[in-house]
């Protein structure tokens, strides 16, 4: 079945860096953007960026502009987001998720509706 | 960046009874890609309506989407045992996109 799985729960202080990967499986790794949205406690939902897995288009939310860096490995189906200069309001659920629309329909790379999730990875900052 | 405003904060109902969740937008939604979420505790968000009102593969028919422009409605026709969650609205028309603050559905 069509699935994206993520790494494991991180631990990290203050001022470094975490890496989170995410697998897919059961489609064209290709045809579809992967986007990573961050859920911190008590907060709201928050689009961070987008990335084609074909390669070219990568485009970062500007709130995270100069600390997110994501990337892909065509070879394993994977994406990567690597989030810098970690901070304790970084602490979050880190998801991947499937943009619903075809990447070849997408006129503008930016936000889109999600219809497959990661399960989550937990990233805890602690000072 | 455009805001949205969930209402109400908590809905408490009754299984078999109906839920209307208003969503309203600080601004016109572009091309009404206006999105709505289920999350229950411990799990990704689960995608349920796309483009304010297409239904999403696998989602009864009990769900559905309404509105256009600011204002926006989820409407659960008979609540079942397992919808009893969070929802979330979504606008993904203007980048960065961004999320309402969510409704929780709960046993009354």
């Known amino acids: 079945q069509v699935q994206l799985v993520q790494s494991g729960p991180e631990v990290r202080k203050s001022g470094a860096s975490v890496k989170v990967s995410c697998k897919a499986s059961?489609?064209?790794?290709?045809?579809?953007?992967i986007h990573w949205v961050r859920q911190a406690p008590g907060q709201r939902l928050e689009w961070m960026g987008i990335i084609n897995p074909s390669g070219g288009s990568i485009k970062y939310a500007q709130k995270f502009q100069g600390r997110v860096t994501m990337t892909r490995d065509t070879s394993t189906s994977t994406v990567y987001m690597e989030l810098s200069s970690l901070r304790s309001e970084d602490t979050a659920v880190y998801y991947c998720?499937?943009?619903?629309?075809?990447?070849?329909?997408?006129?503008?790379?930016?936000?889109?509706?999600?219809?497959?999730w990661g399960q989550g990875t937990m990233v805890t900052v602690s000072s | 960046e455009i805001v949205l405003t969930q209402s109400p904060g908590t809905l408490s109902l009754s299984p078999g009874k109906r839920a209307t969740l208003s969503c309203r937008a600080s601004q016109s939604v572009s091309s009404n890609y206006l999105a709505w979420y289920q999350q229950k505790r411990g799990q990704a968000p689960r995608l349920l309506i796309y483009?304010?009102?297409s239904r999403a593969t696998g989602i009864p028919g009990r769900f559905s989407g309404s509105g256009s422009g600011t204002d926006f409605t989820l409407t659960i026709s008979r609540l079942e045992p397992e919808d009893f969650a969070v929802y979330y609205c979504q606008q993904y028309g203007t980048s960065p996109g961004s999320f309402g603050q969510g409704t929780k559905v709960e046993i009354k």
């Open positions: 483009g304010a009102s």
């Open positions: 998720a499937r943009g619903e629309r075809p990447s070849i329909t997408m006129i503008v790379v930016g936000p889109d509706a999600f219809d497959i």
């Open positions: 059961g489609y064209t790794f290709s045809t579809y953007y």
